[in-house]
Structures are given as structure tokens and as C-alpha cells.
């Protein structure tokens, strides 16, 4: 068992070297300086993934309207998760609108809409971002294999490839949300920076 456990725990350090690509670091700094413009503008962030990825967008939403890592003010974030909404509007419309229905009832322009999907394959997530654009939000995307069929629909998007399985892409992504949500508060707030 020790050796399947070191082939896992291998393939977690690769996920995790994925963040130190030109590629990730670009997204993360792009990503980072939307976020902060966003909520300097007045604005929110609206967050959605399926399964373990939309825990992570409730995870990414609290870091924000909680704290991170030092006391501050709330930033507005929404994960659209409230299972009321999503038992109806799956009942009633379809599973595949139950975060563009979101999107249309709190979405304004100027906010920015967040999506995380590890196929990129997510019909929900689709219609959620074209519902997005249509409001004039801003759309960032974190996909995994190979971007899928969201790939090029968000405004900035990051791909984690090379795995196989969601959740090493799941890992990663949550990596890199927490390093964006530090460079987040580094442009808002001073201590960040101290």
C-alpha cells in the first residue's frame, strides 16, 4: 500500500507544480486584478461548479465574505448553490439552466461570473456563461483536461491538463484560488502587502 501512496502523493506534487507555469501565473495574475477591479467598482463575483466543484466555489465565496487571512472587510461573493433554487429551477426548467437561471436573477454588469468545471464539458456551466455575457459580466473559467466544450467561452480561462481524474484538477484549482484570493486582498488592503 506505501507504494500506491507515494504514486498519489506524487501525482498531487505534480498538480500542485502545475501552478508554477507561465500559463497559471498569468491567469492568477490576470485573475486576481479582475476580482480586486471588481469589487473596487461596487461589484460581485458569482461562483459555480458541479459536485466537488461547487464546493469549491462555496469555499473560494466565504474566503471572500468571511475572512482569508486577516480580519477586513466582507467582499461580496455569491456561490450559486441554495438547493431551493436548484431543485426548482432543475424540476421546472431543467438541470442544465440551474446556474443561468442564477445568473439572470443576481447577475449586473460589471460583476463578474466564475466557473469551475474540471471536463469542461458541464452543459450548466455552458449556459450559465453565455447568460453571463449576454448581462455584460465578466467571465473567468478554471477547466481541466482539456478545456472541453467551455474552452474559449469565458474572457480569461485556465486549463489543468494532464490528469486524469477530477480530483487532482480540483486540487489545483483550489491552490490557485487560494493564491488568487491573497493577491486579491494584497490589492485592496495594506497589510496584505506588509
Keep these: 500500500m506505501k507504494r500506491l501512496i507515494l504514486q498519489s502523493v506524487d501525482t498531487v506534487v505534480r498538480a500542485a507544480e502545475t501552478l508554477k507555469t507561465e500559463e497559471a501565473l498569468r491567469f492568477m495574475e490576470a485573475a486576481a486584478t479582475q476580482i480586486a ?3 473596487q467598482s461596487g461589484c460581485k463575483l458569482l461562483i459555480v461548479g458541479n459536485g466537488g466543484s461547487l464546493c469549491d466555489a462555496m469555499h473560494f465565496a466565504e474566503e471572500l465574505t468571511g475572512q482569508f487571512r486577516h480580519k477586513r472587510e ?5 456561490a450559486l448553490a441554495d438547493p431551493g433554487h436548484m431543485s426548482c429551477v432543475a424540476n421546472d426548467l431543467g438541470f442544465e439552466r440551474v446556474f443561468a437561471r442564477g445568473v439572470e436573477a443576481f447577475g ?3 460583476d463578474l461570473l466564475i466557473a469551475l468545471t474540471t471536463s469542461g464539458n458541464s452543459p450548466n456551466i ?22 472541453g466544450c467551455i474552452k474559449g467561452q469565458a474572457d480569461l480561462e485556465w486549463i489543468v ?3 486524469e481524474y477530477s480530483d487532482r484538477i480540483q486540487e489545483a ?22
Excluded: R
Design 37 to 39: 477591479h471588481c469589487f
Design 74 to 78: 466582507a467582499l461580496p461573493a455569491i
Design 108 to 110: 449586473k454588469p460589471g
Design 126 to 147: 455552458a449556459l450559465a456563461l453565455t447568460a453571463a455575457k449576454a448581462l455584460g459580466l465578466g467571465t473567468i473559467a478554471f477547466l481541466g483536461k482539456k478545456g
Design 161 to 163: 491538463s494532464g490528469f
Design 173 to 194: 484549482h483550489m491552490a490557485a484560488i487560494h493564491v488568487i484570493i491573497e493577491m486579491v486582498e494584497a490589492q485592496l488592503f495594506s497589510y496584505a502587502s506588509q
